[in-house]
């Protein structure tokens, strides 16, 4: 099993990277170079997080050979060890060979530094960029990251020929690159203390608020009303932008030089634009730069940036729409079935998708009415509850990490206590579900968090190449520092626990942060306590209440603008639930008029064809005959038409009794006031 684990987790997060990334991002129409960065992002920062238990036991189980090898408090190099214990070392399943895991965390960090302050940032200008050129792009991307790499390029030679000129400093490399390290986790840290803050009292509140449907329902109509006006404010926006693109492309004829511009941003515009603006494109016209004013190529740079990003809006604004209308008929449904006496879950519009048949088999209506109206409330609450003693746990051990007499911090005192007995899948377990429940409420802040319209992580393949960019950079900044405060919550690190025993693999690689101690003994140590104090404005919603005072409307019970736009959201949902039950009605009579009368109009079809094909063939006979044969037939057919007077009713025509049916209007003629009428009684038997 040497390595056999190692494997197992790398391939396996691979699949849960490539998994979330395929949920919020579109494989097919985003380009594969901001795929391709984005999930190495993501992959090497999950990886992190589950690679680091196994260094965590590998190094436990070290320090069992290290401390039975060696004599009562000897000296083994720079390490101090410890008594030999009676207990026999047993090596870990997951037991990593040495030298493997300094060389994967070398890796795995620096690819991720390098991702997050170079890569990543030129990326971002240069998907956001409206060039129509490589070249172009290229160049708009180096421009708005030289004042960003300039400034980190200032701070650093600064810093160089400060510690040139001091004689007190004699640094080295490996110095150096401690204090870039350094540097680069205090800004991490300094975020990641907002965001844990956050999501330590927002993740419980959510699964609580979770079993409430009143409360689920209420909020659903809330984002109606919301999403409703970004919506109009979408379509606006497009429109707006579609005239201008309108314009130019009318004003730049097929013989301009920038054609190939005006070309390239027509393919970005929807389908039904293409096609309205492909009409009056048929003409060819010689320009005349001295007599017409033409855009430049900076404007068609500015121009198709605006169109990126209004299609873009515009079709997650759409895909949202009808995610939270069929979320809102949902819980609609579930508030319903919950006085149902026959336990069995009725939906009130059949799902547009189909459904897995095994799914289908198990989760009965039966089995659904069960989950929605018993147990999912009462399992929201128990897992709530769970995720407040873990936020509880989390909050007293960061402000009580720093004390190693007595050992204060509880993650520390777990492994501890697994530490004596060498129980490396209950020391595995608890690092485990301690970093993850950190990663969890750091991850899901980063996802949930919108920065207006230019960061925002919206799912069903609707995140723009942006937002996914972004996502990367702060994931490679927040996971080193995440990991560091994890190993000082449960005393791994030697710079908390201040005992010069063997580090872990991932400490070795960071360096000794004593070489800058107003980091390591101060800011590292006292800034995580403002986690008690973020978790309080969290759950007293300070940050809700001032964003609903500069204007944001934000969900809040208490507020008269809430409940106002709760009624509008309930309104809009209410009007969709018609047009929608309208939709379904029609169809279903278009279903049975087909069923009941397909197969009769098929025949009828099938016989009317054959009789005309008698009749032509009948006629291509006669017309082979002499004329005068045909003396009799003709009385008879004479005759046929009189008698065919005879019987017919008199009608009285009147052009304003005309029915609208579309059916009795297709055989007319249309009118200029808008209505078919019929021929003429008179007109029809002309022949007679």
């Known amino acids: 099993m040497s390595g056999a684990a190692l494997g197992l987790e790398i391939v396996f997060v691979f699949f849960l990277a490539l998994f979330l990334l395929h949920r919020y991002g579109d494989f097919k129409k985003q380009h594969r170079l901001v795929i391709i960065a984005t999930l190495l992002a993501w992959y090497l920062c999950f990886l992190i997080v589950f690679i680091l238990p196994l260094d965590v036991s590998t ?192 004003s730049i004829k097929y013989n301009h030089p920038l054609r190939k511009c005006v070309d390239t941003i027509l393919k970005k515009c929807p389908t039904e634009y293409q096609e309205r603006m492909g009409r009056n494109m048929d003409d060819y016209e010689d320009f005349d730069e001295r007599q017409n004013s033409y855009p430049s190529e900076k404007s068609l740079v500015k121009l198709h940036k605006q169109v990126i990003y209004s299609v873009q809006r515009h079709r997650r604004t759409q895909v949202q729409w009808q995610i939270l209308l069929e979320q809102a008929f949902y819980l609609e449904d579930v508030a319903k079935n919950e006085t149902s006496a026959t336990r069995q879950f009725v939906h009130t519009f059949h799902s547009q998708e189909p459904e897995n048949k095994i799914i289908q088999y198990f989760y009965t209506p039966t089995v659904e009415w069960y989950w929605e109206c018993l147990l999912r409330p009462w399992f929201y609450r128990v897992l709530a509850v769970v995720l407040a003693m873990f936020s509880v746990i989390v909050v007293w051990s960061e402000c009580t990490f720093f004390s190693t007499q007595p050992v204060l911090s509880l993650f520390a005192v777990f492994i501890q206590l697994a530490e004596k007995t060498y129980n490396y899948i209950y020391i595995e377990m608890a690092c485990f579900l301690t970093i993850f429940f950190l990663s969890i409420c750091v991850y899901s802040t980063v996802f949930r968090i919108r920065v207006f319209n230019y960061y925002y992580l919206a799912s069903h393949h609707q995140t723009d190449a942006y937002s996914l960019l972004f996502s990367g950079m702060l994931f490679c900044r927040l996971t080193p520092p995440l990991c560091l405060n994890f190993l000082g919550l449960t005393h791994m690190d030697a710079t908390i626990s201040h005992k010069n025993t063997q580090p872990t693999a991932y400490t070795s690689i960071m360096g000794s942060m004593r070489v800058l101690s107003f980091i390591a003994d101060g800011f590292y140590i006292y800034y995580p306590m403002l986690v008690v104090i973020l978790c309080i404005a969290t759950y007293f919603s300070l940050g809700t209440r001032c964003l609903n005072l500069l204007g944001f409307q934000q969900f809040m019970g208490d507020s008269e603008m809430t409940s106002d736009l709760i009624d509008e959201g309930k309104e809009l949902i209410r009007r969709e639930k018609r047009k929608r039950q309208r939709q379904e009605e029609g169809e279903n009579r278009r279903r049975e008029w087909k069923e009941r009368y397909g197969n009769r109009d098929d025949s009828t079809r099938n016989r009317v064809a054959h009789t005309d094909q008698k009749e032509s063939s009948f006629s291509e006979m006669n017309t082979n005959r002499p004329l005068s044969k045909y003396t009799r037939s003709n009385g008879r057919t004479e005759r046929d038409r009189i008698e065919l007077l005879q019987d017919a009713e008199p009608l009285d025509f009147n052009a304003d009794s005309i029915n609208d049916d579309p059916l009795e209007l297709d055989s007319g003629r249309y009118q200029p006031g808008g209505r078919y009428l019929s021929m003429s009684r008179s007109k029809v038997f002309d022949d007679v």
């Open 59 to 250: 190094t436990i189980y070290n320090r069992c050979k290290l401390a039975a090898n060696s004599s009562p408090a000897e000296s083994n190099g720079s390490y101090v060890t410890l008594a030999p214990s009676k207990q026999k070392c047993f090596k870990p399943w997951s037991y990593i060979p040495d030298g493997i895991m300094p060389i994967f965390w070398r890796v795995v960090y620096w690819t991720s530094q390098f991702l997050t302050w170079i890569l990543l940032p030129f990326m971002q200008s240069y998907a956001r960029s409206g060039g129509f050129s490589i070249t172009g792009k290229i160049k708009t991307a180096l421009i708005e990251n030289a004042i960003y790499y300039g400034t980190y390029l200032l701070i650093f030679g600064a810093f160089l020929i400060y510690v040139a000129v001091n004689p007190n400093f004699n640094l080295q490399w490996n110095q150096l690159q401690t204090i870039g390290i350094a540097a680069a986790n205090t800004w991490g840290l300094f975020l990641l203390v907002l965001l844990l803050g956050y999501g330590l009292v927002e993740i419980p509140r959510s699964h609580w608020n979770g079993a409430k449907r009143g409360y689920l329902l209420m909020k659903t109509y809330f984002k109606a009303a919301k999403l409703m006006t970004e919506k109009a404010d979408a379509e606006e926006n497009l429109e707006d932008i579609m005239e201008e693109v309108r314009k130019v492309s009318e």
